[in-house]
């Protein structure tokens, strides 16, 4: 039952063949058997998901209406807030916390009714690309236990790879949700920014942050995205317009007279073989499907990755500033008459990582009075040439697309002491952030040189997400006719369990 | 070696910067939800936004932009079409999100003046100090260390906070340098403060009440040798918690600056807190090194662009400028100027206009205002509005005596009745029984008894020596114990006694 997809799984809730307590408890099964290798989840709450997968059972059998994923477990990625469930986003710095609110995301998917099984694991704050930097140990991925599953979301990519949840929330700042998607053979969108609330979601670098549905289906990832999306007048970059019919485009998959741009900045050099290979073999399935490919050019995604590495790091050095250990979570030294700012600095300096004080120190840094305009200023400027970039390309195409990553998973331990090495992993993700569009991920099989996954993605104008849904979809469809069943039917590490 | 204040301006031209910062009186906070009221207990008006808990956003209060468009525009500033709230970066335990939400290089107003009249030597004299800026930013909590000599952080015990006041919105009204002002410096720059004020009130956007911070004043002044065009060093006077204050605080730092120069010695450019009970500031923290505050435009909030039909609404909506409306009551009510300004010394101007608004005598009104009630006030050593009484009860209480029904001096009982917390004038003058005895045969049956108790003094009077009056009038109203009209016993006595006034 594990094994199905969530919208398999709805259907089957709704006819009455399952119940929702009995599926969420084949997951929770699923996670003690599996989780000790994965490392998927930080925190499991059994006694929480089975009680509310107990109530949503008692009203469909009351014959109240139900929303379509009602029933269906989920793992929530550990930066959004859950009333009364700790929130650590994999930092010591946060450990015990237990938020006295729910984020609105978290709010969206108790009205929904979907079952949230526990929070997965991440690099710490979500500054990383394979999840090696949380404070509570990796997440392995289960194509390869050795090889890492992607990050910043790589416990909620490696939960669904596992079958340890059917579906999954991720936040994507410069890549955590597609990145971890590529890599580990699932499917991982990030919304068009503000299209999905912020307000729980603890904030890495706020005007990059977007929070979406982490799945193993378009549509499944279309269903969660119709659940969270829409406006919230918590959240001030909330966009105040109807959610794009993301469902209806990943029902219909229909890519006729769709114009494909293909970024010529994003491929070629430094793209691992078994990429390019894929990719060719997805364009080609697209044009056979009716779609017109066409190649596109932005020049300026050169500058993207150095102009990221200012704008995230300078935020993240002010939204992190609050971790002061005055009002909750962590605090080291509070003893002997110690002054606040004592223990603020030894609290700080043990509780947060390497890669989160390295940021935040680059980030202090290019804010800095003289600095200002040559670093946080630039970059700025670069961000608006990445959009006009994408306005110029999105007018010869519907949408456009590329590898999500140069490389498939590599190993745990592989790039941890070479941060511009893992920063190159988010070569091609990081331009949709800078530019607020949305950006999809999906798997197009297997690299022949090494049997990893391998990611498509997609991008779509601001507010036209279903146009990565119609050719998620149609893509989808034309994979799994070529491969004969899912790619995750034939995933190695996790074989022996049912 | 000490100087005096002539001495001061004779050589050096003082250039004052004022900032002002003001609370503004909405119901809700800058970025969230919670309630504003003051004295609540310690942490209960918080919510995950206001504590920078995890996750929490802010969001922006409307009404608190409104607004600071309507102070922009009572004072005469530009009001941008494109603003943004920018981050103000630094530590303090205080501070939840250890940055403060601002304006920084995009303020909503601009480029605005207040024009301010003082006497001179000469005459009034009217200056104009020029606005710079004004901006939105919310408040910081509230620390109370404990333990340790000076009740600051350092050398404290412990401390307490209190996050009820994080997240009140804040405006700052940041003035141009303001040079030319020479020796009256200080009247000015108090005058601008209490223009300030009053047009705040006007505007009805703050309690502005200097003593609870409601209204705040951070005084910059610097000295130059008159006929230079340098500036000088400044220093930032904090804590200047009264008009009087802001005169004497800037008084007091051109004394000290005008000290140090002519000792040779250099100003320091540092923060000064206002000593109230010295009239001397002291040390605070040095600027020399400019604070870095890493300034950055706040990515959680969209930019404030404010329609431009909004904007002229609410400059149509603006209140006559308070100074303009105490020329205009002046003329109605035709005060001699020294009056008026007794008036606005007292801060009784607007109690004395409800009370006339209200169907009083402005004379009477401001008779009452200026002398019994200010007397109390005084007495009790508090400020006249603090006092509980409203306009409404000096109205009613001038009505009663136009009509008889009080006499002056058991008017002053019911007055000092309603402000021993008595009740409104009626239950005043039911508990304490005080009527004014216009009963003319009770009068008489005093009357008589008075005559009949001095014989020679009422014989007196019937032989036409009048002043011997006097006697038998005050035994009538000891008798009556006060109540009666002394002008009316005197007019039946005589009448009594076969005499008439001359």
């Known amino acids: 039952m594990i094994r199905n997809s969530a919208s398999e799984m709805a259907s089957k809730l709704a006819s009455g063949e399952i119940t929702s307590v009995a599926l969420t408890q084949a997951h929770l099964d699923q996670i003690s058997a599996v989780d000790k290798d994965v490392h998927a989840f930080l925190h499991v709450d059994t006694e929480g998901a089975l009680a509310h997968a107990a109530a949503v059972d008692a009203k469909r059998k009351s014959g109240e209406k139900l929303s ?114 590529a890599v580990t053979g699932t499917v991982g969108v990030k919304p068009t920014y503000g299209g999905v609330s912020r307000y729980g979601l603890v904030a890495f670098s706020s005007s990059l942050d977007q929070a979406g549905p982490c799945a193993r289906t378009v549509l499944d990832a279309a269903l969660l995205h119709e659940a969270i999306a829409g406006h919230d007048p918590k959240d001030s970059t909330s966009i105040n317009a109807p959610v794009p019919a993301v469902v209806a485009a990943a029902k219909t998959g229909n890519v006729k007279g769709m114009k494909i741009g293909v970024v010529k900045e994003l491929n070629g050099d430094g793209y691992q073989k078994g990429v390019r290979t894929r990719f060719e073999e997805s364009l080609e399935l697209l044009a056979a499907a009716g779609a017109e490919i066409v190649e596109v050019s932005a020049p300026n995604f050169e500058y993207a990755l150095a102009a990221y590495y200012l704008i995230a ?90 590898p999500t990553c140069p490389t498939t998973a590599f190993k745990i331990g592989e790039k941890a002491n070479d941060p511009l090495a893992m920063y190159l992993n988010d070569i091609a993700t990081i331009p949709v952030n800078m530019a607020g569009i949305g950006g999809m991920s999906l798997p197009s099989g297997v690299a022949d040189e090494d ?7 997609i991008m779509s104008p601001v507010m036209k997400d279903d146009r ?31 | 070696m000490s100087l005096t204040y002539d001495e001061v301006v004779a050589k050096y031209e003082p250039v004052l910067g004022l900032e002002v910062h003001v609370e503004l009186n909405t119901s809700s906070k800058m970025f969230c939800g ?66 403060q939400i601002s304006q920084y290089d995009e303020p909503i107003c601009v480029n605005g003046y207040v024009d301010v009249e003082i006497e001179t030597d000469e005459g009034p004299k009217v200056f104009r100090i020029e606005v710079e800026r004004v901006h939105m930013e919310e408040d910081t909590g509230k620390s109370l260390h404990v333990g340790g000599a000076t009740g600051r952080i350092h050398g404290a015990e412990y401390s307490l906070l209190d996050y009820n006041r994080a997240g009140i919105p804040l405006v700052e009204i940041v003035t141009k340098i303001v040079p030319g002002t020479g020796k009256y410096a200080p009247e000015v720059a108090k005058a601008y403060v209490a223009e300030l004020r009053d047009i705040l009130r006007s505007l009805g956007v703050s309690d502005v009440k200097m ?43 051109m004394i000290r600056h005008a000290e140090r120069l002519n000792n040779g010695e250099r100003v320091v450019q540092e923060t000064r807190h206002f000593q109230e009970d010295t009239g001397l500031t002291r ?40 100074s303009i409306h105490r020329k205009r009551l002046q003329e109605q009510w035709a005060v001699p100027d020294k009056e008026m300004s007794a008036m606005i010394n007292a801060d009784v101007l607007d109690v004395v206009e409800a009370t006339v608004a209200l169907g009083a005598d402005p004379t009477k009104a401001r008779g009452w205002w200026l002398g019994e009630i200010s007397r109390i006030a005084n007495e009790k050593d508090v400020a006249i509005k603090d006092l509980p009484i409203a ?48 009963d003319d045969s009770a009068l008489m049956a005093a009357i008589e008894r008075a005559c009949a108790g001095q014989p020679e003094t009422a014989q007196k009077v019937r032989d036409g020596h009048l002043p011997a009056a006097g006697a038998l009038i005050g035994m009538v109203m000891k008798d009556t114990k006060g109540q009666a009209d002394a002008a009316k016993v005197r007019a039946l006595l005589l009448a009594h006694l076969g005499q008439s006034e001359g």
């Open chain 2, 283 to 322: 040390s605070g923290r040095s600027k020399e090194q400019a604070e870095d505050y890493r300034y950055f435009p706040e990515p959680d909030l969209v930019p404030v662009a404010p329609d431009a039909a909004w904007i002229e609404q609410l400059r149509a909506d603006l209140p006559e400028r308070p």
């Open chain 1, 68 to 181: 379509p994923l009602a029933g269906v477990p989920l793992a929530l990625k550990d930066v959004m807030t859950q009333k009364g469930i700790p929130t650590t986003c994999g930092s010591k710095i946060l450990e015990g916390w237990r938020p006295p609110y729910d984020s609105t995301v978290v709010a969206n998917l108790k009205k929904n009714d979907i079952v949230i099984l526990g929070k997965t694991n991440m690099d710490e704050f979500a500054m990383g690309s394979s999840t090696e930097n949380s404070a509570y140990g990796p997440t392995h991925n289960p194509w390869d236990l050795t090889r890492i599953p992607g990050g910043s979301g790589g416990g909620s990519a490696a939960a669904l790879a596992a079958f340890e949840a059917p579906l999954a929330i991720g936040t994507d700042t410069g890549g955590s949700i597609r990145q971890p998607a």
């Open chain 2, 34 to 99: 919670c309630s504003t009221i003051f004295g609540a207990e310690p942490n209960t008006q918080t919510c995950p936004v206001c504590l920078a808990l995890p996750g929490a956003l802010p969001t922006v209060n409307e009404k608190a932009i409104e607004s600071t468009i309507k102070i922009g525009l009572a004072l005469n500033c530009s009001i941008a079409p494109f603003s943004r709230f920018a981050r103000k970066n630094y530590f303090y335990p205080d501070m939840p999100k250890n940055f």
């Open chain 2, 391 to 438: 306009a409404s009860d000096v109205a009613e209480i001038v009505a009663l005596v136009n009509t008889g029904d009080l006499t002056d001096k058991l008017a002053r009982q019911v007055v000092e009745g309603v402000i021993a917390g008595e009740g409104k004038p009626a239950a005043v003058i039911a508990a304490r029984g005080i009527k004014v005895v216009n």
């Open chain 1, 313 to 402: 790091p300078s935020e993240c050095s002010s939204n992190l500033a609050r971790f002061d250990a005055m009002r909750y979570g962590l605090r080291v030294g509070d003893k002997d008459g110690a002054s606040a700012e004592s223990v603020m600095n030894l609290t700080r300096e043990v509780g947060f990582g390497r890669e989160v004080k390295r940021r935040i120190i680059l980030g202090t840094y290019a804010l800095s009075s003289g600095y200002y305009d040559a670093y946080y200023g630039s970059a700025q400027k670069v961000r608006t040439l990445i959009t006009q970039d994408f306005n110029k390309a999105f007018e010869k195409a519907d949408v456009l697309v590329s």
């Open chain 1, 468 to 498: 990565m849904y119609s050719v998620g979809a149609a893509l989808e469809a034309a994979l799994l006719s070529k491969w004969g069943a899912p790619l995750l039917s034939t995933i190695p590490a996790l074989a022996g369990s049912k």
């Open chain 1, 451 to 457: 049997g990893l996954p391998v990611g498509f993605q």
């Open chain 2, 211 to 253: 003593e609870q911070g409601s209204l705040r004043c951070d005084a910059n002044v610097s000295l130059r040798l008159i006929g230079s065009d340098v500036l000088g060093t400044r220093s930032e006077t904090k804590n200047v918690n009264s008009l009087r204050s802001v005169e004497r605080a800037i008084r007091g730092e």
